[in-house]
């Protein structure tokens, strides 16, 4: 299962109801969801001890509107939207966590 | 109906009633859903649980109060209902506030439950 | 590979369409096919022709019917959703159609994938 | 006293014009004035006459349109973000109009009182 | 100030922030916020704290939409439409949390 | 303009640009109140301080970069920006990653500058 995550961490629970209960599959951030994945924040812990379960992905174009290509945690992996049609192809299903 | 085997959709609810449309206009999907004899699942989770909470009074509002139809589902054969333990409980919510019968699942089996579906859509 | 799609957010209040479109365009660059976009909830009011942004903006609305025009991509406004928010044919934008929920679960079937974007 | 109103969301999806609604009625019930109910964001779309919301269910336009018929309130939709949303002259329900963001500023100078209803 | 917050205290940070910045004035849980008050929630040790330095309110409308008149924690006083006017108008100004 | 004293306008902004339009067109009614001659006060809390985060880049998502209008604001007689410092750590950031001048305020302070406002819109 790919989990597609699109809230930020700080603002709505999504990501947090997500890591509670997707027991496999991959993560992808987008949206403003990628502010999860931003060195020093409060999420930060949070995603890196998820990257011990999932393998976590983030989509490179909103990374770049928001302006935190450069402060990314290690361990997530960044992606173009051709990318993002990639992991929902290889994947047997997706979840949009609205 | 269009085709041989049925696939497996979860609806997963994550709002609260009223405040937007999400858990209504959802419901209105999973009645379709039925009428394509899919493998049908309803989960609830985070605010999604006081969807099903006893004793919603609408009038003060006005606005129409659309609880009743989740006790109408079994009629439709939709019998899959979930409820997470962790979004009843930080609510302070139990099985006997709900005013349909469900299962109450860990978080974990929601997981392995959700990992078998063809088809999720979240509200 | 067959994608179906669900947009459950109008335009520009919030980036689900902005998203829907982005990958769409990538779904088909890939050579995959697009089963139908379905716009659910709010996602109806990206049907409307009589929007007009800024000239220094996206036409979120436009682009939907172009990729309709040269892709021959379904798009499919649900009707009870569209009647509460005031989408009809007469200011249905081209390349839309409205039908019935029916439509978005056909999808699910029928496609390999559903992907969902919304608030 | 004089209250300036300001709703953000579009009918249905959001609670915030029900609210709106509801507080604007009891004002006038409680003997105070509405100075303007200005829309914002998505909140343009409670001004479209094309909505027809199921029999069982309130019809918020016409609401709003009946308040304005009744009361005299004015009801003023922004006119950039009504041009991005697809709302003109030509779906524009009775007792709105269309105008520009200046009226929102001018009812915070004016009203005693500025309340907002959103998401 | 009157401070209105109509958002779930599980959904989003906005009774939160107010909670965290107003340093007096009233509070007034409408919409979704009312969830808020339930007795025996993740926010109720919260509200309980808020309630020593805020008067606080709840709108019974939507109250009893969400059937939560009967679990309200001790100390928050009910309302209707007609005192959310009065509210508004017996404060200087009022803010929306949204 | 209208009347003879200005009033105290305080615009709290808690989103994050580009997920949702609420920044773009709350920027848009600070633009007009600085036309009618008010005391105009923004304040960024929340997600809303990444709407100030220097090097916005929105050609991938084909979106207008409106980051540039906040440098714009001073030529609008716009200069009272004020920032949570609150919300500025716990999303790793400093006052050096903003594009624009800031007065950064505990949470109580900023608290004591929202009692003084005459009206205040939240986006």
């Known amino acids: 299962m790919l989990h597609i995550v699109n809230k930020s961490p700080q603002e709505r629970p999504s990501l947090d109801a997500c890591l509670r209960i997707a027991e496999s599959g991959s993560i992808l951030l987008i949206e403003d969801a990628v502010y999860a994945a931003v060195k020093g924040s409060a999420s930060a812990g949070k995603l890196a001890e998820a990257a011990k379960k999932h393998r976590i992905y983030v989509l490179l174009p909103d990374v770049e509107a928001r302006a935190i290509a450069d402060r990314l945690v290690d361990g997530v992996t960044g992606i173009d939207y051709g990318g993002f049609v990639d992991l929902v192809a290889d994947h047997r299903a997706c979840q949009s966590w609205l | 109906m269009t085709e041989g085997v049925a696939k497996k959709f979860m609806f997963v609810n994550r709002t609260a009633p009223y405040g937007t449309i999400y858990a209504l206009e959802s419901l209105e999907v999973v009645l379709i859903s039925a009428a394509f004899d899919q493998d049908v699942s309803l989960v609830f989770v985070d605010d999604g649980v006081w969807q099903l909470k006893k004793g919603q009074q609408t009038k003060g509002i006005e606005t129409k109060n659309f609880s009743p139809t989740y006790r109408a589902l079994e009629g439709y054969d939709v019998e899959k209902l979930y409820v997470e333990r962790e979004s009843l409980e930080s609510r302070g919510l139990t099985e006997d506030d709900l005013l349909v019968d469900v299962n109450v699942l860990s978080s974990s089996e929601l997981g392995e439950l959700m990992a078998e579906q063809d088809v999720v859509l979240s509200f | ?44 009011n990206n049907s409307t022709r009589l929007t007009e942004p800024p000239q220094d903006d996206r036409n979120i609305v436009a682009r939907w019917s172009k990729l309709a025009a040269d892709h021959g991509v379904d798009l499919v406004v649900c009707v009870a959703a569209a009647l509460r928010r005031g989408i009809k044919d007469e200011n249905l934008a081209p390349g839309f159609r409205i039908s019935g929920l029916g439509q978005l679960v056909e999808s699910g079937i029928q496609a390999d994938r559903l992907v969902v974007f919304g608030d």
Chains 1, 5 share one sequence.
């Open chain 3, 1 to 44: 590979m067959k994608f179906g799609i669900l947009v459950n957010e109008g335009p520009y209040q919030h980036q689900a369409s902005d998203s829907a479109y982005l990958f769409c365009k990538a779904v088909l660059a890939k050579g995959h096919e697009i089963h139908r976009v379905f716009f659910y909830h709010d996602g109806v």
